[in-house]
């Protein structure tokens, strides 16, 4: 197997978002958000050409900062991969920076193994985020 490098940077927005106060502190909330995006820098690979990204996040947040995870799901012309992701929201930046592992393959991208960092800033519009990409992956 050839181990590949991956670098891709991605505008995000928000498609739903539901948060609920927890009221055990000020500012602590839970919340999930259901992202959707298009790719700003990708390079097509063995399953072709984009065509469409989604992620669900769960975020437990004190004043804006704390640790969040979920799952992405991007499908391509000829595969899908899903991955699971982790990290943590700074809320004084409002960064949001992670890791991802990919754990599932479809089509050209069954056996997929994959695995890197993230990074999460806020976009030039309300509801927008930029998401920058590293990591490598191999298919069996």
Sequence with gaps: ???????EIYKLRI??????????????????VELVGRPIEYQPGIAGEFVSRRS????????????????????????????RFTGARDGSTKITKGTWTSYKGTGKLTGVKGEGTFKVA????????????EGEYEVA
């Design 122 to 133: 806020e976009g030039e519009r309300r509801g927008e985020y930029i998401l920058e990409i």
């Design 15 to 32: 498609n739903r978002r539901d948060t609920l106060y927890v009221d055990d502190e000020p500012e602590h909330t839970m919340m999930m």
């Design 1 to 7: 197997m050839e181990v590949k490098k991956r670098k």
């Design 56 to 83: 669900v996040t769960f975020q437990d947040l004190v004043g804006g900062s704390g640790p969040m995870h979920g799952y992405v799901m991007a499908n391509f012309q000829d595969g899908s991969v899903y991955s």
